[in-house]
C-alpha cells in the first residue's frame, strides 16, 4: 500500500503542519534517514559500534505509534508507527559515540512522522535511531529542532 501523509496523521492522530502537501506519497528510503535532530541508520552501517544489549526489552510497535524523541523546550514529537505486530523497538542500546536512543526491528514498511518535516518509510530491516550532532566552530553539539 502506498501510505500519504493525511492516512499516516489519521491513523496516529498526530497532525502534521500546514505547509505540508498530505495527498503525497510517503517515500520509503533504504539508506540513511535525516529528520531534524534524528538520524535513522540500517543497524548493518554502524555495526560493530553499535548493537542491542543481552536481555534488553524489546516493545510492539503499535498502529497509533512510539514518540522516540521531542523537539527542545517542548517541540513536536518524532514518532516511529508500524502496522500492529510489525515492528520492535528497544532502547536497550549500546553505543560507543552515546548517540543512539533505540533500534528497530521491523518486518514490514515503518514509518518516521514528524509535524514539520513530514514521513518517510524504512522498508523490512533493523535500524539505530540516533540523535544528529553539528560542529559549532571546533565543538560538536546536538542537533536542537
Known amino acids: 500500500m502506498n501510505m500519504t501523509l493525511a492516512s499516516l496523521s489519521r ?3 498526530l497532525a502534521v503542519l500546514d505547509h505540508l502537501e498530505r495527498s503525497v506519497r510517503i517515500p520509503v528510503v533504504d539508506g540513511l534517514q535525516a529528520q531534524g535532530d534524528l538520524i535513522v541508520i540500517p543497524l548493518p552501517v ?3 559500534s553499535v548493537g542491542v544489549w543481552p536481555g534488553a526489552v524489546w516493545t510492539d510497535v503499535p498502529p497509533e505509534g512510539v514518540e522516540l524523541l521531542r523537539g527542545g523546550a517542548g517541540g513536536n514529537p518524532h514518532t516511529l508507527v508500524a502496522d500492529a505486530g510489525a515492528c520492535r ?3 536497550g542500546v549500546r553505543d560507543l559515540d552515546g548517540l543512539a536512543i533505540g533500534i528497530f526491528d521491523t518486518a514490514a514498511v515503518a514509518y518516521l512522522l514528524h ?3 513530514g514521513a518517510t518509510g524504512c522498508p523490512p530491516g533493523r ?3 540516533r540523535r544528529q550532532r553539528e560542529l559549532d566552530g571546533r565543538r560538536a553539539r546536538l542537533v536542537a529542532d
Request: aromatic content about 14%; glycine content about 6%; overall charge negative.
Open 89 to 91: 523497538w528497544t532502547t
Open 11 to 13: 491513523q496516529t492522530g
Open 115 to 117: 509535524p514539520e518535516h
Open 46 to 48: 554502524v555495526e560493530p
Open 127 to 129: 535500524y539505530v535511531v
